[in-house]
């Protein structure tokens, strides 16, 4: 079973930058899609971003230009790059891996515990 750790997570102000982090143990984990969801109070689970096996990337119209995805297969970590924050971006963000390389723009096979984010303006 793969497991995947968040890491980063905290309060900032708005116009800061925070840098999210998901371990994953195994060691196939350059095989999977990787994706970024967040989850706000009262608010559905949404799609954040994502990066492929092959690295490309898709972002959702809100985070585009401003949020950046990558990821390290030599450390099997994905990351997640939040710039100009928000007080609108304040949820818990979970990273989430799919066994088929692709982006898992509805939820992958396995899925982080989440890390607080929350902006103050």
């Known amino acids: 079973q793969v497991q995947l750790v968040e890491s980063g997570g905290g309060v900032a102000e708005a116009g800061d930058s925070l840098k999210l982090s998901c371990a994953a143990s195994g060691r196939v984990f350059s095989s999977y899609g990787m994706a970024w969801f967040r989850q706000a109070p009262g608010k559905a689970r949404e799609f954040v971003g994502g990066?492929?096996?092959?690295?490309?990337?898709s972002y959702a119209d809100f985070v585009k230009g401003r949020f950046i995805i990558s990821r390290d297969n030599g450390k099997s970590t994905a990351y997640l790059q939040m710039n100009s924050l928000k007080p609108d971006d304040t949820a818990v963000y979970y990273c989430t891996g799919a066994r088929t390389g692709e982006i898992a723009t509805t939820g992958g096979d396995f899925w982080g515990q989440g890390t607080q984010v929350t902006v103050s303006s």
């Open positions: 990066i492929s096996r092959f690295g490309s990337t």
